[in-house]
């Protein structure tokens, strides 16, 4: 399983597991996706727990702010989770 991290507004991140994609984010105690405000947070919430990669989704407003066609695509970067 993989760990996939998306930087959402506000600095936030939510967090996921799944094999391609997530597809089981992490959650609070009221069944609610958690919202970490970093990666160390999100660290700690999974220690000992191992994943074959890890990734970091970030949306890039790169499009939009040069006046191109907004692009859906996310960057995705793989992470060094040792």
């Given at each position: 399983m993989n760990?996939?991290?998306e930087s959402i507004e506000g600095g936030m991140y939510v967090a996921g597991i799944g094999k391609d994609n997530a597809?089981?984010?992490l959650r609070d105690s009221y069944r609610n996706a958690s919202v970490f405000q970093s990666i160390t947070d999100i660290r700690e919430q999974v220690s000992g727990q191992h994943f074959e990669k890890v990734y970091l989704k970030q949306n890039t407003p790169y499009d939009e702010m040069c006046g191109s066609e907004v692009n859906d695509e996310k960057l995705m970067i793989e992470l060094d989770w040792r």
């Amino acid at each position: 399983m993989n760990l996939y991290i998306e930087s959402i507004e506000g600095g936030m991140y939510v967090a996921g597991i799944g094999k391609d994609n997530a597809t089981s984010f992490l959650r609070d105690s009221y069944r609610n996706a958690s919202v970490f405000q970093s990666i160390t947070d999100i660290r700690e919430q999974v220690s000992g727990q191992h994943f074959e990669k890890v990734y970091l989704k970030q949306n890039t407003p790169y499009d939009e702010m040069c006046g191109s066609e907004v692009n859906d695509e996310k960057l995705m970067i793989e992470l060094d989770w040792r």
